[in-house]
């Protein structure tokens, strides 16, 4: 298994589900404030909805995002500098977010309808 | 008191306990609301906790205005915060903090309407708030050369 951010990071993991990514925003946690809205920013983006359309579940009951926050953006307290390579990806509504350590955030849907 | 310090290190999440524990209407607040107080607040760089008596019997005194029904220093939100600001707030309340401070019993956030109001947080609350008190004290009181 290789490191870092590359091709075999590709969320298409559970073998059933084909994942389309349909949108990508960037984040900037020096100046954006805060990575919670810059996801929901990103999932209303990939929905074609205003965020206050984007309220359930709270991220909250989903994820930890000052978790994602401090292992991927807080490089001072971990006494390294911007070198660190990672992605977080979970589930959430409809989407597969991914959170990536340079900044993107993209959002996937489902490519193709389940016939099961 | 770790889960306690977690609960308060948001600046965001003091000001929300902060307001809605000052306001003087009774019914509760709507979220859209509350993020534009919160926004102006963060604005104008409110720490409105730091307007009220100084007393050495500080938790006491919140104890006593608790059981008084919220009776102190009204917030003045500092001018008009732009609507993008508001949203900004308005997404982290609904989805981090508002659930956090209704989790831990600081708040009541019903998620149907919309809308939150104070509540009267669980004793262990205050009996964390008592033991953070009791550490600075003890602290204060120490001496290094």
């Known amino acids: ?116 | 008191m770790d889960e306690l310090l977690g609960l308060l290190q948001s600046r965001r999440r003091r000001l929300v306990i902060y307001y809605l524990r000052n306001r003087t209407e009774s019914e509760p607040v709507r979220v859209e609301t509350l993020a534009s107080a919160i926004a102006a607040m963060e604005m104008a760089e409110a720490q409105p906790w730091e307007n009220t008596e100084e007393s050495e019997e500080g938790l006491t005194q919140v104890e006593a205005e608790r059981n008084a029904e919220g009776g102190l220093v009204q917030v003045e939100p500092g001018g008009e915060p732009e609507a993008d600001r508001t949203d900004h707030v308005r997404i982290s309340l609904v989805h981090i903090h508002l659930p956090k401070l209704d989790e831990n019993g600081v708040v009541a956030y019903d998620f149907a309407t919309g809308t939150v109001r104070a509540t009267h947080p669980p004793d262990e609350f205050w009996e964390r708030l008592r033991s953070c008190q009791r550490f600075s004290a003890g602290l204060a009181a120490t001496e290094v050369e």
């Open chain 1, 1 to 116: 298994m290789k490191d870092g951010i590359d091709r075999d990071d590709d969320p298409a993991v559970d073998g059933t589900t084909h994942w389309c990514q349909v949108t990508e925003r960037r984040y900037d946690p020096g100046q954006d404030g805060e990575l919670t809205a810059a996801i929901v920013f990103a999932v209303a983006d990939a929905e074609g909805v205003p965020t206050s359309m984007v309220h359930a579940p709270p991220l909250y009951e989903v994820v930890n995002v000052d978790a994602i926050e401090r292992a991927l953006f807080d490089h001072e307290s971990r006494g390294c500098s911007g070198n660190v390579a990672g992605t977080v990806s979970f589930r959430y509504r409809e989407e597969l977010v991914r959170v990536r350590s340079d900044g993107w955030i993209q959002v996937y849907e489902p490519g193709e309808p389940q016939q099961s």
